[in-house]
């Protein structure tokens, strides 16, 4: 098939009509608010000419380079301000185009999520102002390194004084050009950090690896620990095998203490850690020594409506049933035991897979 007349254009024609577009371009007026490029042609006074190629020359005002300073030959981009001023040079300004290059600095730091360091400059009720080659704010709620703030506290709230002149590791979660609003955050920053460690600890740590760490903080299902990479948590179950005690209280933020890999799950990048399995076993030990039929002193540690825990050893406990607790029938375990008491106690169950131990009070009675 033919090409239609209109569109038969040989290369020589078309590369003419791509250069005419081009000049085209070239010779519209500049408008307010764009971008240009251009070279400094001369430097006099207050003043540089700035060449604009095919366009009336620029001209820039030579306090606007602040500490960068402009030199004749070098290459320029700047904002168009007035696209002619009175003696028909183009009006140009460098802060405007640093600021709008700041701005796409921002949007696409906004949309990578890539951290960056600042320092704080300044201070307020609401939260800090940094520099980030541009005025930037981090509220009260994103400040992640510091602690709860009295807001009843009339001014600056001292930690929050205290961070002027610090760098803080942030991350841009909101930046608007149009309402000149650049909002940053420390504690997204350190999530994002503490993920990005996980997902190398979970890459390279393995079972039963032995760790110097720690403590980073404690929660009510037990304590992340620091060790290098990442941080792992330590389960409540898995601080001490001391029974009858709150596991949590016995660590402190920033003890340091030496843990053993348990668990990795790689894909949800979580490290469990153990402080008691570095220990010997007490269970262990306890039932290497005693057997069904011993007669030992147990210190009672709790009463519930089925029975009484007792100590046996150290980190070792047995079920004293209600059944077990006298010769004739106890209605209510309480009546019969106190915690703290010591009582003897002999052994009549030993179930090592569960570790449980059965106790008989009303039997070592008897002995």
């Not at 904002?79 to 185009?97: I, N």
């Not at 890539?114 to 994103?142: C, H, K, T, W, Y």
């Not at 002027?164 to 350190?190: C, F, M, N, P, Q």
């Not at 304590?223 to 016995?250: C, M, N, Q, Y």
């Amino acid at each position: 098939m033919r090409p239609y007349p209109h569109m038969s254009v040989d290369p020589e024609t078309m590369e003419e009509l791509l250069a005419s577009e081009a000049r085209e371009s070239s010779l519209r007026p500049l408008r307010a608010g764009e971008t240009v490029e251009g070279t400094v042609a001369a430097i006099s006074g207050d003043e540089a000419t700035i060449d604009l190629g095919d366009r009336p020359a620029g001209v820039i005002a030579v306090r606007e380079a602040g500490a960068e300073q402009l030199r004749v030959g070098e290459p320029v981009t700047a904002t168009v301000v007035q696209a002619e001023g009175s003696d028909g040079r183009v009006v140009l300004s460098l802060r405007r185009a640093r600021h709008r290059r700041e701005w796409a600095r921002m949007e696409a730091l906004q949309r990578s999520g890539e951290l960056i360091d600042a320092e704080a400059v300044d201070a307020n009720r609401g939260g800090v102002i940094v520099d980030v080659g541009m005025r930037g704010f981090v509220p009260l709620s994103q400040l992640g390194s510091i602690g709860a703030i009295d807001t009843a506290e009339a001014g600056v709230p001292e930690p929050v004084r205290a961070l002027v002149g610090k760098r803080l590791r942030l991350r841009v979660v909101e930046a608007d050009a149009k309402r000149d609003r650049l909002i940053l955050s420390e504690k997204a920053a350190t999530q994002q950090t503490r993920r990005e460690r996980k997902a190398q600890g979970a890459a390279r740590l393995q079972e039963g690896d032995v760790l110097e760490g720690t403590v980073a903080s404690i929660t009510s299902y037990g304590v992340f620990v620091d060790v290098g990479v990442a941080d792992g948590l330590v389960h409540r179950s898995e601080i001490t095998w001391d029974k009858g005690v709150e596991p949590t209280s016995l660590l402190s933020v920033g003890q340091r203490v030496r843990v053993i890999v348990v668990a990795v799950d790689r894909e949800r990048q979580r490290i469990s850690l153990s402080l008691k399995r570095l220990a010997d076993d007490p269970w262990q030990r306890f039932t290497r020594e005693a057997h069904v039929g011993t007669t030992l002193p147990a210190t009672v540690t709790r009463v519930m409506p089925y029975g009484a825990f007792a100590k046996v050893a150290q980190g070792v406990e047995g079920l004293i049933h209600v059944s077990e607790l006298a010769t004739d029938r106890v209605a209510e375990p309480g009546e019969i035991v106190r915690v703290g008491e010591v009582l003897p106690v002999k052994i009549v169950g030993v179930d090592t897979e569960r570790r449980r131990l059965s106790l008989s009070a009303r039997l070592a009675d008897r002995t």
